[in-house]
């Protein structure tokens, strides 16, 4: 271990950031899938999905997206090796939510964007995903895309 890793801890770190890619890819992989004329429901469910497997799969594959949620928190140093990735999911979902919401902004909509992933991190590390794991993924996608959805539609300004 000392020798491929140098300590624990960074051999934890490393285990996080391969789940943390891990997640990245098969978010990018589900909105890569988009056009520009798909919803914003289509859209909430390709950049839940990765969440929503955990949550209704628990056990192993939830607690490691518990690990990566809550050292997302307070990011290790490196991490911001990852930007440029978050910022190719997040245009990916961007095109799709100025095509459904043009009236808003692009920053508003990043904020948007960032909220959803927020909420989508607390799922996972707060007591209502032990709720979760009776569910399907079906279920959890009938119940959270409509939630994430409205949280990309907000409200128009007036």
């Known amino acids: 271990m000392s020798y491929h890793f140098g300590s624990l801890q ?15 890819d098969a978010q990018q992989e589900a909105l890569s899938t ?3 004329d798909s919803t914003l429901e289509a859209v909430a469910a390709a950049f839940a999905r990765p969440m929503m497997r955990a949550l209704a799969a628990g056990g192993r594959d939830l607690a490691v997206l518990r690990i990566v949620s809550r050292a997302a928190l307070d990011p290790p140093q490196g991490w911001d090796r990852f930007d440029a990735r978050f ?3 997040r245009a990916d ?3 799709v939510l100025k095509a459904n919401v043009p009236e808003v902004k692009i920053r508003e909509l990043i904020l948007r964007f960032r909220c959803v992933a927020g909420m989508l991190a607390w799922l996972a590390l707060a007591p209502i995903s032990a709720e979760f794991g009776s569910m399907s993924e079906k279920q959890l996608e009938r119940l959270l895309v409509p939630i994430i959805a409205g949280a990309f539609r907000g409200t128009n300004p007036g």
């Open 10 to 24: 960074s051999l934890c770190y490393a285990a996080v950031e391969h789940a943390l890619e891990r997640y990245l």
């Open 34 to 36: 988009l056009g520009p």
């Open 87 to 89: 910022e190719a999911i």
């Open 93 to 95: 979902a961007l095109g």
